[in-house]
């Protein structure tokens, strides 16, 4: 229907693997094929025109490069807003009521109840949306369909708010908020872990923190370390920095350094 041969393949594109761009017009990248400088000039000389790839983020193509050697380069401007915002959703409550420490007590056949596992309803609770952008803004409309009090924080002034949210400086939500939902875009050099122990210590004791936008906007270890201290109830992320070396593969059974250990 639309004049081109799709060739899959099971194999990530790296520099081991770029010549099987040999004899392409495009080519389709994932978040862990390195579009460098070294494999975008060997697309070039094979005669790739189109650089593709399958996420929001581009920061793994070097865009000067691929800009001086005459490629067009194509991404994912968003992903569905409401899948992003339901599962922003289902982590909150997945801490808020401690699911996994109960489900993992039951499985071990625990059925005590002690008093980690009393929970505050959504409905009770301030929800801060940091980012309020098309999946931001969902992410406040489904909060508020539960019942909780939105707020939310933007670098921009947004208009189409309504009552389903209400913008306030950063200060203000960091201090106010029950739960945190981090929706913003990466800047690389700009917003670099915005999420750090200074962010950290003007949240409420017991807070809840969920980045479900990108990883390197999160200082990891200021986190776990406000986990362990009991500043920060829970933390949940399907982000990491660096995310390229885990994504699509299957590490069971491996070793894990101290960092990878403490998030796990």
């Known amino acids: 229907r639309f004049n081109f041969d799709l060739v899959l393949t099971e194999k990530m594109l790296n520099d081991e693997t770029v010549h099987m761009a040999e004899g392409c017009e495009a ?5 862990n094929c390195p579009g460098n400088r070294q494999n975008l000039e060997i697309y070039k000389n094979y005669g790739v025109k189109y650089v ?7 920061n793994h193509i070097d865009l000067e490069a691929a800009k001086e050697f005459g490629l067009k380069v194509a991404y994912v401007p968003f992903y569905s807003p409401n899948a992003i915002a339901e599962l922003a959703l289902t982590l909150s409550l997945t801490l808020a009521r401690h699911t996994q420490y109960t489900a993992n007590n039951t499985h071990n ?3 005590k109840i002690d008093d980690f596992m009393f929970s505050k309803e959504i409905r009770k609770s301030t929800v801060g949306i940091i980012g309020l952008g098309k999946i931001g803004f969902t992410a406040a409309t489904i909060f508020k369909g539960v019942g909780a009090n939105v707020i939310g924080y933007d670098v921009v002034e947004k208009d189409y708010l309504g009552d389903t949210c209400t913008q306030v400086d950063l200060e203000t939500l960091l201090k106010e908020s029950d739960i945190i939902s981090m929706h913003m ?3 690389k050099g700009s917003n670099d872990e915005f999420l750090n122990a200074e962010k950290i210590a003007q949240m409420k004791d017991g807070v809840i923190v969920m980045n479900t936008s990108r990883g390197e906007l999160q200082n990891i270890n200021d986190i776990l370390d406000a986990v362990e201290s009991g500043k920060i109830q829970g933390f949940a992320a399907d982000v990491l920095a660096n995310e390229t070396k885990y994504f699509n593969k299957d590490l069971s059974g491996e070793a894990f350094d101290e960092l990878q250990t403490r998030l796990i």
């Open 27 to 31: 080519v389709m990248l994932r978040g």
């Open 52 to 58: 593709l790839t399958r996420t929001v983020g581009y």
């Open 109 to 111: 056949g625990n059925f």
């Open 185 to 187: 875009p990466y800047f």
